[in-house]
């Protein structure tokens, strides 16, 4: 087995195909719309599918032993025979991850709203919301768990610190550029306070809002991994990262690998419904939702 | 001779960057006029127009405006300025949403409004289905629907092609002459002023005075053949003269 050798054949496979896809391109006159429909899902399928394909034959070819390297295939099959025990895990990360995000939510668009309705506020608080952003959770996870005796609530805190950021900046930044002209006429027909905030900044806010949501939801999941990752395996329900940890321990990398796949699968689907979300609020007027041919 | 709606005594407002932009502008507006102040760009005709909506106020002299005008001041900006999440009957109703006007009262009133711009049809549309002359349509039956005693216009039409802006110049002329309101329309266009407003405040350049005040000698209901008449062309020459005078 040398591993050195078969990183080169790896390489030289990706560079022939890289190529192929190159020679494709430039002799085969694709209609527009082919591509545009068709390949924006096959294309990366394909890449998926050579990928997964090259590394089960890397596998087989230098036989690397599974505690090392498993191929997909028997990761596919330890997904399916461990798949119930994971999915329990899996379930517990999400109510972490969901819980934060909510409260993400509630927190920062709470923030968002006094910031933009008191500058004073704004200014002496951002600074912190900064620092809290900045410092890496988990340094700061350990605490958490010292000082919040549950450990749901303690993972929650942590997630929801990691997601809190992007809904608080965009959202005080969309309540903070509503139209000006459409301000002044707010102004004009003497709206109070509130109607213009419900009107007027709310409203104006509803874009870089979502757009934040979609960056928490996933910030939320890495925020309850994370924060598992450091609160360790105790308690009596544990969430993937605790899986991932043991399976590491006992060396059963094929699980590790299975249990990682459920993560990213996750991150996805978090990404993909948030996505779906922000077009459908926004599919009558934004731009960010209006379809390629409106 | 009735009491005067909207008067300004040596108004001169000076910006915080040190831009002068208006020194000592006196002007008295009577109820049903319809007048056009005329000027380059940034010659402080927008700033002139946002005092006397009371959006900014003057650094020294005063503007009085008449009792009646309290509440009833109506403001159509450069762009048509809409709020592109609610439809364009949601458009026009929010002046009256804000002064507490329940949707079911407003309803016959925002209905007449958009059939008298054209936009029956278009109640359930969002502003981005709409052209640019038509969102400015929306937004003039947005500033006419509460009846205002006075509407404020900012160079509403300068961002259309001519021949909307022609025809929205036809509909505007008969909106002041069915609605009986004040207009003061603000513009850079010679022709557009000529053609709308009864009289024309020519400005001069920054910081803005009044050059002249100038009656429009042309009859009360107007279309586009006017544009066609000689009397009309007069009237252009006249202003542009006074126009001229006033940059030098």
Known sequence: MNGVYWFWRLAAALLVGVGAAFLFEWHVDVPAYFLSRFWRIAAPVLVGVAVLLGWQAAVWFSGVPAYVLPGPWLIAKTLLHDGPSLLGALLVTLRITFAALALAIVVGGALAILFSLSRLLEVSLFPYAVILQVTPVIAIAPLIIIWVNDVFAALLVCATIVAFFPIVANTTLGLNSADRNLNDLFHLYGASRWQTLRLLRLPSALPLFLAGVRISGGLALIGAVVAEFVAGTGGAETGLASRIIEAGYRLEIPRMFAALFLLSLTGIAIFIVLSRLSRLLLRHWHESALEPSD | ?248
């Open chain 2, 1 to 248: 001779m009735a009491e005067t709606l909207l008067a300004a005594a040596a108004l001169a407002k000076s910006f915080r960057n040190g831009v002068a932009a208006l020194a000592g502008v006196d002007l008295a507006v009577m109820p049903g006029e319809f007048v056009g102040v005329l000027g380059p760009s940034g010659c402080g005709k927008s700033t002139l127009l946002r005092i006397f909506a009371g959006l900014i106020e003057p650094s020294t002299g005063r503007v009085e405006r008449a009792a009646s005008l309290v509440g009833r001041i109506g403001f159509v900006f450069q762009e048509p300025t809409l709020m592109p999440w609610a439809t364009v009957a949601d458009n026009v109703y929010l002046p009256l949403r804000l002064a507490g006007v329940t949707r079911t009262a407003a309803a016959s009133r925002i209905t007449a409004m958009l059939e008298s711009l054209g936009l029956g049809e278009f109640a359930a549309a969002y502003p981005r289905q709409l052209s640019g002359g038509m969102r400015m349509r929306v937004s003039i039956a947005r500033a006419l629907v509460t009846e205002p005693a006075l509407l404020l216009l900012d160079e509403p039409f300068a961002a259309l092609d001519e021949i909307t802006r022609f025809k929205l110049n036809e509909d505007l002329r008969a909106l002041w002459r069915q609605l009986h309101c004040t207009i003061i329309f603000v513009t850079h266009s010679v022709f557009e002023s000529v053609f709308l407003t009864n009289r024309i405040l020519v400005m001069t350049k920054r910081p803005g005075r009044i050059a002249a005040d100038l009656a429009v000698d042309l009859p009360e209901a107007r279309d586009n053949a006017l544009r066609l008449t000689e009397r009309y062309a007069d009237n252009c020459r006249t202003v542009s003269r006074r126009l001229a005078e006033a940059m030098a």
